[in-house]
């Protein structure tokens, strides 16, 4: 087993203490393929959770996903699997690693990474040095998916 | 005008009469399918295809006929029309649209066919230059292309060429802006599905000018470049660029043997 510490950049390091972590800066530890404490040391909000998740300048989850609890929404994507079920095949930890970055689990997947701010190539100005969520917004959004259970 | 149509012997009625379950087969793609290589025709919805298929219908071919009649026109210092050199489009320029970009050793790089209009216009005719996605350069791409309609495209991709074609195939792999993603994420590794509300195809160029029923008028192979990368939050280049420029090349390869479509309708 390897334990990993992912600094998302130097930047961050130095900054993380004074900023509360609102762009998406804060350090975390990946152990056993998962990341297990919240990134924001609080519980997430399911209920904002939900409204991050489906909003397509933020999440997008149902861009790629489909939620058969969510069948009043239009349009599910079906690049990545149904998220029916997912908490119930996936850990809390398991799943926050998933969303603060699945390449760390597959290096090739298209899934992007939430909570990752820079290393990325020709972002467009106005996203630069910003991560897609906030860590709190990560901590609602895992919120919303623990609800999926089988 | 000649009007013509690629024949696709009754495979829209086929689609459309039977039921999802029951198409177990391979769908016959006829000429839109190559091997592995599919239009994205094939990936558009039956009422699109209808569109296209009717050249009356298609709007996309406003366009051609804007483009031919520019063909005639004189226009700069030089009064000179295209015709005055090029005479017959149907006879000079029929391998054209199946075989540009091509590398161009007078100027010494790769060179489409707007940027090589534009050579023409200003070094040949003393015109101003058309910008790229203009009516006019949109007219006359869509005429030039029109004549190599139904030709399986066959871009050359070694010797002088072979530098380009290798940059445009690490663009095409390379993930860009926030989001993080390769045009092969979603053109290889997940042609075929659903991304909200759009079927993802294999981003094929062979369409191209291609008109676009959500824009209402047809844009260039470089301004869906743009596009593609804009989404994804990544810095896109400039239409007409060396970068897009290697990208077409490389694209245009990946749909080696596809018929030239143009004026192709996509939602």
Redesign the interface.
């Given at each position: 087993m390897s334990i990993k510490r992912i600094a998302v950049g130097a930047f961050a390091l130095a900054t993380v203490a004074a900023s509360a972590t609102l762009t998406g800066a804060a350090e975390y530890k990946v152990e056993d393929e998962a990341i297990k404490a919240s990134l924001t040391g609080k519980a997430g909000d399911p209920d904002n959770g939900k409204k991050v998740f489906l909003n397509r300048k933020k999440g997008n989850c149902?861009?790629?996903h489909v939620v058969s609890s969510l069948k009043d929404q239009?349009?599910?994507?079906?690049?990545g699997p149904p998220l029916d079920g997912t908490a119930s095949r996936w850990s809390e930890g398991e799943l926050r690693l998933r969303i603060v970055n699945a390449?760390a689990l597959n290096e090739d997947t298209?899934m992007?990474?939430f909570y990752r701010k820079d290393g990325?190539?020709?972002?467009?100005?106005n996203?630069k040095g910003?991560s897609?969520l906030n860590a709190q917004e990560v901590e609602d959004v895992l919120a919303y998916v623990m609800t999926m259970k089988e | 005008m000649k009007r013509k149509a690629l024949v696709l012997a009754g495979v829209g009625a086929v689609a459309l009469a039977v039921p999802s379950v029951m198409t177990f087969a391979a769908e016959d793609w006829g000429q839109y399918q190559v091997g592995d290589k599919r239009s994205g025709y094939t990936f558009a919805k039956a009422e699109t295809r209808a569109i296209q298929d009717d050249d009356f219908e298609n709007p996309g071919m406003l366009w051609v006929e804007h483009g031919e009649e520019l063909w005639e026109t004189v226009d700069g210092e030089a009064q000179k029309s295209c015709k005055s050199c090029h005479a017959d489009a149907s006879d000079t320029m029929k391998n054209v649209g199946s075989t540009y970009p091509v590398f161009a050793k007078d100027i010494g790089k790769l060179e489409n066919v707007e940027n090589r209009i534009n050579r023409c216009r200003t070094d040949n005719m003393k015109a101003k230059p058309w910008k790229y996605d203009s009516r006019n350069m949109l007219g006359m791409v869509s005429y030039v292309k029109r004549q190599s309609f139904g030709q399986p495209m066959n871009v050359k991709v070694d010797g002088d060429a072979a530098p380009w074609f290798e940059k445009g195939k690490e663009f095409y792999n390379?993930?860009?802006?926030?989001?993080?993603?390769a045009c092969k994420?979603?053109h290889v590794?997940?042609a075929g599905?659903?991304?909200?509300?759009n079927t993802?195809s294999q981003g094929q160029g062979n369409g191209f000018p291609t008109y676009r029923l959500k824009w209402q008028k047809p844009g260039s192979l470089h301004r869906r470049f743009r596009g593609c990368?804009?989404q994804v939050?990544?810095?896109p280049y400039k239409t007409g660029s060396d970068e897009y420029l290697a990208l077409e090349l490389y694209v245009m390869y990946r749909g080696q043997g596809l018929p030239v479509e143009t004026p192709a309708v996509r939602n």
């Open positions: 149902l861009a790629c239009p349009f599910h994507g079906q690049v390449k298209i992007p990474a990325f190539h020709r972002v467009l100005k996203f910003k897609v | 390379q993930r860009r802006g926030q989001l993080d993603m994420h979603c590794d997940n599905n659903m991304i909200r509300a993802l990368n804009k939050r990544a810095t």
